[in-house]
C-alpha cells in the first residue's frame, strides 16, 4: 500500500497500526489463534475476561448456533489472575501488538483490585472493563444496566489503572445506551467498546426446555450487527464526539465492508469477534479489505472516514 493511504489510529494516544482488533473471549489469551494468524499484525488484542479467581464458567451446553449467529454462556470460565500473571503474561510480553486486558468481577473491589495489581504491567497497554456480561448472576451487566453503577465502578477502577487506556464495554440490552455511555465517559472512560451479546434464548422444541444449561446465552454474530451499527452511531452523535472518545465498534463484524459501516457510524476502531470461529484469520483479512477501500475512495488518512455518516 502507498505511504498516501494511512490506516493507523491514534486510540488514547497508543499508536495503533490499524484499526482492527480481535473481541475478547474469542480469541483467548492470544496463543489460541497463533496458528491462523499473526496476532502482531493487528490493530489490537483483547483477552479472554479475567476475574480475581479462577472460574469453571457454566455446565455444557455453553454454546448453540442460530441462523445468524450463535448464543454463547461461558460464564466468564477463566484461569484466574494468578495464573494468568504466571501463565499468559509472558505469552503478552513477546506481543509487539498492543493489548488489552478484559476484567470482570463480582464487586467493584474486585475488578480495582485486578487493575490495580496488573496497571504495573509494562507489557499491557490498558484494559476493557466488562460491566455488560449477560451470563453471570452476579456482577456482569447489572453493573452496565444502571448508570448510578457505572459511574461508580468506571471512577473506581480509573484510580486503579495509573496510565493505562480505561475502556469501558457497554450493553445494547438496556432502554437508552447513551445514558450509560455518558455515565461511563463523565466518571473517565478514555474510550468505550461496543456491544456486547444480546440476552437470548434457544429452545428445544421435543424436550421443550432451553437448549443452553444455563437456559440464557448472549446472541452474537451478523443476526447483531445493523443494531449494533445503529447504537454506535446514536452513542457517537449523542455523546462521545463532543468528549472526543474513541469508541471500539463490534457485533457481527465478518468482512472489510462490515467494518467500513462501523467506521462511518463513529466507531475509531473495531473487533472481530465471532466471524474468528468461522474463519480464524478473518481479522487479517479485514485489514487488507480496509486499506483497499481507502485507496478506492481516495481517503488518505482513515480518520476522515471516522461518524462520516451522510443523513
Ligand atoms: C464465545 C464467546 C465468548 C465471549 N466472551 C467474552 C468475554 O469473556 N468478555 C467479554 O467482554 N465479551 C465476551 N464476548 C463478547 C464479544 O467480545 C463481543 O462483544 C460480541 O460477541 C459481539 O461481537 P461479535 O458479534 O463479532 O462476536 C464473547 C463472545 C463469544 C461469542
Known amino acids: 500500500m502507498s505511504e498516501q493511504f494511512d490506516i493507523s489510529v491514534d486510540f488514547v494516544g497508543l499508536k495503533l497500526a490499524n484499526p482492527v482488533f480481535t473481541a475478547s473471549g474469542t480469541c483467548g489469551y492470544a496463543d489460541e489463534l497463533a496458528d491462523f494468524m499473526d496476532?502482531?499484525?493487528?490493530?489490537?488484542?483483547?483477552?479472554?475476561?479475567?476475574?480475581?479467581?479462577?472460574?469453571?464458567?457454566?455446565?455444557?451446553?455453553?454454546?448453540?448456533?442460530?441462523?445468524?449467529?450463535?448464543?454463547?454462556?461461558?460464564?466468564?470460565?477463566?484461569?484466574?489472575?494468578?495464573?494468568?500473571?504466571?501463565?499468559?503474561?509472558?505469552i503478552i510480553e513477546k506481543m509487539t501488538v498492543p493489548v488489552f486486558v478484559n476484567v470482570a468481577g463480582e464487586t467493584v473491589a474486585e475488578y480495582a483490585a485486578v487493575i490495580?495489581?496488573?496497571?504495573?504491567?509494562?507489557?499491557?497497554?490498558?484494559?476493557?472493563?466488562?460491566?455488560?456480561?449477560?451470563?453471570?448472576?452476579?456482577?456482569?451487566?447489572?453493573?452496565?444496566?444502571?448508570?448510578?453503577?457505572?459511574?461508580?465502578?468506571?471512577?473506581?477502577?480509573?484510580?486503579?489503572?495509573?496510565?493505562?487506556?480505561?475502556?469501558?464495554?457497554?450493553?445494547?440490552?438496556?432502554?437508552?445506551?447513551?445514558?450509560?455511555?455518558?455515565?461511563?465517559?463523565?466518571?473517565?472512560?478514555?474510550?468505550?467498546?461496543?456491544?456486547?451479546?444480546?440476552?437470548?434464548?434457544?429452545?428445544?422444541?421435543?424436550?421443550?426446555?432451553?437448549?443452553?444449561?444455563?437456559?440464557?446465552?448472549?446472541?452474537?454474530?451478523?443476526?447483531?450487527k445493523p443494531i449494533a451499527v445503529y447504537l454506535v452511531n446514536k452513542v457517537y452523535k449523542e455523546v462521545t464526539k463532543n468528549h472526543r472518545i474513541p469508541i471500539l465498534g463490534m457485533g457481527g463484524i465478518r468482512t472489510a465492508s462490515d467494518a467500513i459501516e462501523f467506521i462511518i457510524a463513529g466507531a475509531s476502531a473495531i473487533a472481530v469477534g465471532t466471524a474468528s470461529f468461522i474463519e480464524p484469520g478473518c481479522a487479517i483479512k479485514i485489514i487488507e479489505g480496509i486499506k483497499k477501500y481507502c485507496v478506492r475512495h481516495n481517503i488518505s488518512n482513515i480518520k476522515e472516514l471516522v461518524g462520516s455518516l451522510t443523513l
Open 39 to 90: 496476532i502482531n499484525q493487528l490493530g489490537g488484542f483483547i483477552t479472554k475476561s479475567i476475574t480475581a479467581k479462577p472460574r469453571k464458567g457454566h455446565a455444557t451446553p455453553r454454546i448453540v448456533e442460530t441462523d445468524a449467529g450463535m448464543l454463547n454462556a461461558i460464564g466468564l470460565a477463566n484461569v484466574g489472575l494468578d495464573k494468568f500473571i504466571e501463565e499468559k503474561l509472558p
Open 116 to 224: 490495580e495489581r496488573l496497571a504495573k504491567e509494562s507489557a499491557i497497554a490498558g484494559f476493557e472493563l466488562n460491566i455488560s456480561c449477560p451470563n453471570v448472576e452476579r456482577g456482569g451487566i447489572t453493573f452496565g444496566t444502571d448508570p448510578a453503577q457505572v459511574t461508580e465502578i468506571t471512577s473506581a477502577v480509573k484510580k486503579a489503572v495509573g496510565d493505562k487506556v480505561l475502556m469501558v464495554k457497554l450493553s445494547p440490552t438496556v432502554t437508552d445506551i447513551s445514558i450509560i455511555a455518558r455515565a461511563a465517559v463523565e466518571a473517565g472512560a478514555d474510550a468505550l467498546s461496543m456491544i456486547n451479546t444480546f440476552t437470548a434464548m434457544v429452545i428445544d422444541i421435543e424436550t421443550r426446555k432451553p437448549v443452553l444449561a444455563n437456559k440464557t446465552g448472549g446472541l452474537s454474530g451478523p443476526a447483531i
